[in-house]
């Protein structure tokens, strides 16, 4: 239904008694969930994850998208989102407001005039973050939560949501959609490293390879979720990273950092297309350390060409014969990490100083924003 933007509670209102009277259902919402969509072509797609997160966790979501135009204009769209599963009962409500031209500017204060009382307000940026664009910034003041999706993003963009992190004074909690799906991956490497035999290889790790399936075109020599992964490694075995020495490999490159009291760490970034996995994904991760008597000490997960979705887990180390094993990582969909950030949403200390790290080793071969923030140092 479209109304304007004044009557917007008043027909939403509406909605809710039509439905009670049907459904017999209170009203019950738990948040209000504000996708900013960067890009009219996304807006479907937002819509139908914000449907999906409202069955599971009720609240009221706004989508907001903006075209280019010259006469400035604000368009509102309401209705109630219904569980098909519960016969057909509200379980919250849709707001999407369509800005053109100039009246862009207008977005945060009827955005905010539309958000629950009393109730958390929760922002998730929908595609890729443009330079020299601060909407982003000036959304997120309001929040309570604020979700990113960096695979969509470009590695100069990892700076941007590092100065947004840092700006925000733990104002709000700060959560990832792809580092939600690395969690997984982060766990597979970080247990080669729980047996008390092996822990001491930490100390001798002399090279890592992470390969990724590039989207079509690449530029970067890393996605933002190889490079947040080896940020992660970096930044939890004590690497500075302020040093990073690159030689660039077409179509990737290898980064030398210094370990203070263990020697150089040699990262290398690798193009690994393969079908059925998603652009930007890590395919393989590989460890080497030095040994005892000139061996090596080898640490690897890798998908698995007949089925993607599986891992192999293998590791060879002098003295120790431990069996490969094989793990099964399911592909969650944008409303299912989504909701995990809604439910718990916290600070994740781990990510931020990841982000720090990650933003110091890609800093010498990222493409420049148009404008850049303040120095992170």
Not at 7 to 35: F, G, I, N
Not at 135 to 163: P, Q, Y
Not at 240 to 268: I, L, S
Not at 298 to 304: C, Y
């Amino acid at each position: 239904m479209r109304v304007h933007l004044k009557d917007v509670e008043r027909e939403l209102t509406k909605l809710w008694e039509d439905d009670r009277a049907t459904s017999h259902a209170s009203r019950s919402e738990l948040s209000t969930l504000v996708a900013l969509v960067s890009e009219p072509a996304l807006l479907e797609r937002a819509k139908k994850v914000l449907s999906d997160v409202a069955m599971s966790y009720p609240c009221r979501t706004i989508a907001v998208v903006w075209h280019p135009g010259e006469a400035p204009k604000l368009d509102a769209e309401v209705y109630l989102h219904k569980n098909p599963n519960r016969k057909n009962q509200a379980c919250g409500d849709g707001i999407v407001i369509e800005a053109v031209g100039s009246a862009r500017d207008w977005i945060p204060g009827n955005v905010e005039r539309l958000l629950l009382p009393d109730l958390p307000a929760c922002v998730w940026w929908v595609g890729d973050l443009p330079d020299g664009d601060d909407l982003f910034d000036v959304m997120v003041r309001r929040a309570d939560a604020v979700m990113v999706n960096s695979a969509e993003m470009d590695l100069r963009d990892i700076e941007k949501l590092a100065f947004i992190l840092r700006q925000s004074k733990d104002s709000y909690a700060f959560m990832d959609l792809a580092w939600v799906r690395l969690r997984a991956l982060q766990d597979l490497v970080a247990r080669f490293f729980d047996d008390a035999a092996t822990r001491p290889y930490l100390d001798t790790l002399r090279d890592v390879t992470v390969a990724f399936s590039p989207r079509e075109n690449e530029t970067d020599v890393a996605s933002t979720r190889a490079a947040l992964l080896v940020g992660w490694l970096a930044s939890a075995i004590g690497i500075d990273g302020a040093n990073a020495k690159w030689t660039m490999n077409e179509p990737g490159g290898d980064v030398v950092v210094a370990r203070e009291g263990h020697g150089d760490v040699t990262f290398h970034f690798v193009h690994d297309k393969r079908p059925g996995v998603d652009h930007g994904g890590v395919t393989r991760v590989e460890l080497v350390c030095d040994a005892a008597n000139g061996k090596e000490a080898r640490f690897k997960v890798e998908r698995q060409a007949d089925d993607t979705k599986v891992m192999l887990s293998t590791s060879e180390t002098p003295g120790l014969s431990p069996p490969p094993q094989t793990f099964r990582l399911e592909r969650h969909h944008e409303a299912t990490l989504l909701l995990s950030c809604l439910e718990r949403p916290m600070k994740d200390r781990l990510l931020e100083a990841s982000l720090r790290m990650t933003t110091k080793l890609v800093h010498p071969i990222a493409p420049r924003l148009s404008e850049r923030p303040p120095s992170l140092t």
